[in-house]
C-alpha cells in the first residue's frame, strides 16, 4: 500500500510510525512475527541517517556503510518479510479508545491494536547559509558519529549548554583545534561541564559570536566558516537591525552543531503517554519500552535521550515490537478466557 491509504475500517495489529533505524528494526521483528505493521515513513522517510555519507560503527560493516544505503537494506530486509510502507505523518493520536486512532495530515485515518512510536528527535540548526548543502558533508549534529573523521582538522563546535561542551570534550580527542561558538558571553552549560570544557587546553571560545555561513562543497567538505561577533552578545540579532557586527572568516575542516534536539512527540501532547519537559518519550522504569498507556511503546532517539546511535536505536526497535507482540499475545489469550467465561456462565 503506497498510494494512500483508504482503510479506515480496519484494525492493524501494529502500527509503526517512523521509517528511521528504529522503525525498520521494528519492522522486521514486527513481520517475523507474522504481525504484518504498516510502517508511516513521516516527513523524513528512512529518518536521520539519510542525511549522512558515511556510517562507520553500524556492527557488521567492517569498511563502513553509507547512511542511505544502511536505511535501503534494513527496508528490504522488512519488507521480504512483509511489513508494509505508506507514506503519513501522524497528526493526533487518539489513545484512550481501543483500538487507537491515528490521524494523518493527508486526512486518513488508522486504527491499530498496538502502537509504536519510532520517531526520532530532530537535532537544532542554527539557519547558517549553505547547512542544507553540507549537512552530513563535513557539518554534523553528532560528534559520537562524525568526530572520528576529523583527526588533525580545526573543528567548530556551535552552542553553549552540556550538548555542546559534550560535543566539544568528544572532539578534543582527535580534532587539533576545538572552538566553541557562542552567541552570549556566559555559557549555559552545567557547571562540571562547563569547567571541563574551559579548562581543556585544546578548547577554545568565541564569546558573543555566531555561525553565519558555511564554507565548502559536497565533494570538498567543509572547509571555512564566517563567522560574526558583538559585544553584546545574539549578533545575527544585530546584523539584521543593520547594526554593525564584527565579521570574520576562517578555515576549519568540520563544524558540529550542539544546539540541542527536538523529539518529534506533538502528535502525543494531549494523550496520557508521559512526555518529559522536553518532549522526550518516557518509557516505563526497566529495560522496557512500554510507555503509560498499555499498548503504546517507544523506540529509537524519540525515547533515548542519552545514547541517540543508530545501533541503539535498532535495538531498542527490535525491543518494541518484542513488547507489542507479547502484549498482544496476552491481550487475546485474556479476551478468549474472559469469552470462555461468558460462554460457561451463560450455560
Ligand atoms: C548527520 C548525522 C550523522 C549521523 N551519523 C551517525 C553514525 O555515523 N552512526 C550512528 O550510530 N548514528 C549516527 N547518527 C544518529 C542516528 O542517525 C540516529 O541515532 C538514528 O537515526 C535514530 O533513529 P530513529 O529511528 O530513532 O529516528 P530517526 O532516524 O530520526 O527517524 C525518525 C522517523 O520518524 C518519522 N516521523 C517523525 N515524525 C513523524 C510523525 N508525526 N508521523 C510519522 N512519522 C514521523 C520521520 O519521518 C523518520 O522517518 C547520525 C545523525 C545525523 C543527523
Known sequence: MNEGITESETVRDVVIVGSGVAGLSAAVYAA??????????????GGQLTLTT???????????????????????????????????????A?????????????????????????TGASARWVGATNEDELMGYGLSTCATCDGAFHRGDDVLVI???????????????????????????????SEVMTRRA??????????????????????????G?????????????????????????????????????????????????????????LTLEGMTTETAVEGVFGAGDVMDPDYRQAVTAAGTGSMAALDAESWLDERTSQQEVSVVADVSASD
Not at 73 to 89: I, L, N, P, V, Y
Not at 203 to 215: A, M, S
Open 225 to 281: 566558516a564566517t563567522l560574526v561577533s558583538h559585544p553584546d552578545g545574539r549578533p545575527t540579532e544585530k546584523l539584521d537591525a543593520d547594526l554593525d557586527v564584527d565579521q570574520v572568516e576562517i578555515g576549519v575542516g568540520g563544524i558540529f552543531y550542539g544546539v540541542g534536539h527536538v523529539p518529534n512527540t506533538a502528535f502525543l501532547e494531549n494523550t496520557a503517554v508521559d512526555l518529559d519537559d522536553d518532549g522526550q518519550l
Open 54 to 92: 558515511d556510517v562507520e560503527n553500524y556492527l557488521g560493516f567492517p569498511e563502513g556503510v553509507g547512511g542511505m544505503d544502511l536505511i535501503q537494506r534494513g527496508r528490504e530486509q522488512a519488507e521480504r518479510f512483509g511489513a508494509e510502507f505508506t507514506h503519513g505523518t501522524v497528526e493526533r
Open 94 to 118: 487518539t489513545l484512550e479508545e481501543r483500538p487507537f486512532e491515528l490521524d494523518l495530515s493527508s486526512g486518513d485515518v488508522l486504527r491499530t491494536r498496538a502502537l509504536i512510536v519510532a
Open 159 to 189: 552552542g553553549g549548554g552540556d550538548s555542546a561542551m559534550e560535543e566539544a570534550l568528544f572532539l578534543a580527542k582527535f580534532a587539533d583545534s576545538v572552538t566553541v561558538v557562542h552567541r552570549r558571553d556566559e555559557l549555559r552549560a
Open 32 to 45: 517475523r512475527a507474522d504481525l504484518e505493521p504498516l510502517v508511516l515513513e513521516g516527513p523524513e522517510p
Open 198 to 223: 574551559l579548562e581543556h587546553d585544546d578548547i577554545e571560545f568565541r564569546w558573543n559570536t555566531e555561525l553565519l555561513e558555511i564554507h565548502g562543497s559536497q565533494e570538498a567538505g567543509v572547509t
